[in-house]
C-alpha cells in the first residue's frame, strides 16, 4: 500500500475513534503551495486544507492573488496544524499556525485575499452574519 494511503488510513482511524484527542496536531514544513487555501508538507502525503477558509480557485477573479498572498505567508515555514476533519477529497483539514503563533486563516481574511468559510467555521473568525 502506498505510504500517503496508509498515513490517510491511519488518520481516518483516528478521527473515527477519537483518538485525535491525545494527538491533534502535527507540524511540519510547507513543501508546496497549491493555491489560496491548501498546501503540502514534506513527510505528509495528504494535502491541507486550511480550515475555516475560502479562497477563489486559482482560474477565478482573485485566485492567483489569493496563491501569490499565501505562498509569501508560509513559504518554507514550519507550521503547526490542528486536525480538524479529512475532506471528500482526502485532505486533512486543519487549522494551521505560523511559528510565532498567527492563525493562517485569519492573516489571510485580514489581508483580503479570502473570505471566513462560514459553513464550517461556526463564525471563528467573526466575519459571519
Excluded at 485525535?20 to 514544513?29: I, V
Excluded at 492573488?65 to 483539514?93: E, N, P, W
Aim: aromatic share 6%.
Amino acid at each position: 500500500m502506498r505510504k500517503g494511503l496508509t498515513s490517510l488510513l491511519a488518520l481516518t482511524a483516528l478521527l473515527a475513534t477519537g483518538s485525535l484527542a491525545q494527538t491533534p496536531q502535527f507540524s511540519g514544513q510547507v513543501r508546496r503551495i497549491t493555491d489560496g487555501d491548501t498546501f503540502r508538507i514534506y513527510d505528509l502525503e495528504p494535502a491541507i486544507r486550511i480550515w475555516g477558509l475560502d479562497a477563489p480557485e486559482t482560474d477565478e477573479p482573485g485566485g492567483t492573488a489569493a496563491t501569490q498572498s499565501l505562498t509569501r505567508l508560509i513559504a518554507g515555514q514550519t507550521l503547526t496544524c490542528q486536525i480538524r476533519d479529512v475532506d471528500r477529497y482526502s485532505r486533512i483539514v486543519g487549522q494551521c499556525f505560523l511559528p510565532n503563533g498567527r492563525d493562517i486563516a485569519a492573516e489571510m481574511i485580514g489581508l483580503g485575499v479570502a473570505t471566513e468559510y462560514c459553513r464550517y467555521s461556526g463564525g471563528h473568525y467573526g466575519t459571519c452574519n
